[in-house]
């Protein structure tokens, strides 16, 4: 079971990265031109989040 919640915090840390720095490709790619901005912020703050997240899963599985 452990190595499972590894892999996920693993796995969510990867797409919260992802999100953070390529956000401004990934809306001009999804997203119209008048929501670029706005898609640009919210999949920034959406990673961060999942970093966030990902790290209190690995932290309380292996540190605690």
């Known amino acids: 079971m452990s190595v499972f919640l590894l892999f ?3 796995i969510l ?5 992802i999100f ?3 956000a401004r490709i990934v809306s ?4 119209s ?3 670029t901005n706005t898609a640009i912020t919210g999949l920034k703050i959406m ?3 999942m970093i966030i ?3 209190v899963l ?3 599985n292996y540190i605690i």
């Open 8 to 10: 996920i915090g693993a």
């Open 13 to 17: 840390s990867i797409i919260g990265v």
């Open 20 to 22: 953070i720095f390529d």
């Open 28 to 31: 001009e790619k999804y997203f």
């Open 33 to 35: 031109m008048q929501d």
């Open 47 to 49: 990673g961060f989040i």
């Open 53 to 55: 997240l990902s790290w």
């Open 58 to 60: 690995l932290f309380n």
